[in-house]
T-cell receptor, first 116, second 114 residues
Framework: DARVTQTPRHKVTEMGQEVTMRCQPI?????VFWYRQTMMQGLELLAY????????DSGMPKDRFSAEMPDATLATLKIQPSEPRDSAVYFC??????????????FGPGTRLTVL | DAKTTQPPSMDCAEGRAANLPCNHS???????VYWYRQIHSQGPQYIIH???NNETNEMASLIITEDRKSSTLILPHATLRDTAVYYC???????????????FGKGTLLTVNP
């Protein structure tokens, strides 16, 4: 059963610390998305990649957030320095033209981040 | 992408059909209607999508009005596990271009009661 995996599932850190979240897309998927979910803002798209290249990161605060795909099996989202307002659940999703013409995004379980 | 309007919450009895409405009066001719749901503490899950014809899969049916200004997601026999937030999203279908975005609204919280 192919699934998107995310680590860690939970992260508690102090303000100012660096946070790195990891995502393993479904094998063969070449599009990866990062979303953030809060009670106030709901689900927001932060960035997405196709074939490891960033296509759009306009939803991401550039001064402290960075997203990369070191290889086809790993996507990372980094926050440095973290702030309390970054507390949220961060979801990774992947998709594939071969699988679904990019219409279906497969979401991971999320990383719940708490910044104290 | 066109904006959608959904009721904030709905209730349904277990075993009955759940009919979730969505208004998208400004939908364009090349925009599809997508439905996702999010069960508590999980990531969103794709359900179904369609352009103008009614669609059915193993999870649900999608009924789109002839003028395409509204649609209804039907869960034919709702179970307790169908309790979730259901999102209706309107978007141009990907065709190899660069627009892969899904813009989630607030959705409808469907509560299936025993």
């Amino acid at each position: 059963d192919a699934r998107v995996t995310q680590t860690p599932r939970h992260k508690v850190t102090e303000m100012g610390q660096e946070v790195t979240m990891r995502c393993q897309p479904i094998l063969g998927h070449n599009t990866v998305f990062w979303y953030r979910q809060t009670m106030m803002q709901g689900l927001e798209l932060l960035a997405y990649f196709r074939n490891r290249a960033p296509l759009d990161d306009s939803g991401m605060p550039k001064d402290r957030f960075s997203a990369e795909m070191p290889d086809a099996t790993l996507a990372t989202l980094k926050i440095q320095p973290s702030e309390p307002r970054d507390s949220a659940v961060y979801f990774c999703a992947s998709g594939s033209r071969a699988a679904s013409s990019y219409n279906e995004q497969f979401f991971g379980p999320g990383t719940r981040l708490t910044v104290l | 992408d066109a904006k959608t309007t959904q009721p904030p919450s709905m209730d349904c009895a277990e075993g009955r059909a759940a009919n979730l409405p969505c208004n998208h009066s400004t939908i364009s001719g090349n925009e599809y209607v997508y439905w996702y749901r999010q069960i508590h503490s999980q990531g969103p899950q794709y359900i179904i999508h369609g352009l103008k014809n009614n669609e059915t899969n193993e999870m649900a049916s999608l009924i789109i009005t002839e003028d395409r200004k509204s649609s209804t997601l039907i869960l034919p026999h709702a179970t307790l596990r169908d309790t979730a937030v259901y999102y209706c999203i309107v978007r141009v279908q990907n065709s190899g271009g660069s627009n892969y975005k899904l813009t989630f609204g607030k959705g409808t919280l469907l509560t299936v009661n025993p």
